[in-house]
């Protein structure tokens, strides 16, 4: 993430690949939709509560992914498992208290939020998930 924030991303929050140079003047006219309207959804109370279901469906998920390569249950894919079980990520896992646990899981998720908004933006020019009045995501 370092990498691309430092490398990749350059002025204006343009993406510029390795080696390539940057241009201050350069204008993109690209097309930014916020993931509601995709789906058509119209009204600010329904863009704001399907915003609201997709980040909340979008933890949920996240966080079990999670929960299950820190337990140690790896992932398993038809017969084979991916990302085995160490035992070191075990007796870390048995030492946190619920308070750590949680604290690490909410960093290990927004984490992760990163690249994820990052594909959406460049694959499906999604600018914005969630939009309300106050802020968006």
């Not at 398993?76 to 498992?81: M, S, T």
Request: net charge positive; charged share 15%; no cysteine.
């Amino acid at each position: 993430m370092i990498v691309i924030g430092t490398l990749i991303r350059g002025p204006g929050w343009m993406w510029f690949w390795p080696g390539q140079t940057w241009d201050h003047n350069r204008l993109e006219f690209a097309v930014n939709r916020d993931l509601p309207d995709i789906f058509g959804i119209k009204g600010r109370v329904a863009k704001i509560i399907f915003g609201g279901a997709v980040v909340g469906i979008y933890f949920v998920l996240a966080a079990a992914l999670i929960h299950k390569l820190v337990a140690g249950a790896g992932i398993r894919l038809g017969k084979w498992q991916v990302l085995k079980p160490q035992p070191f990520n075990r007796r870390i896992y048995n030492r946190m208290s619920l308070l750590q646990y949680s604290i690490m899981q909410v960093f290990l998720v927004i984490m992760l939020s990163l690249p994820v908004k990052i594909l959406a933006r460049l694959l499906f020019r999604i600018k914005y998930i969630w939009v309300t009045p106050w802020f968006n995501v």
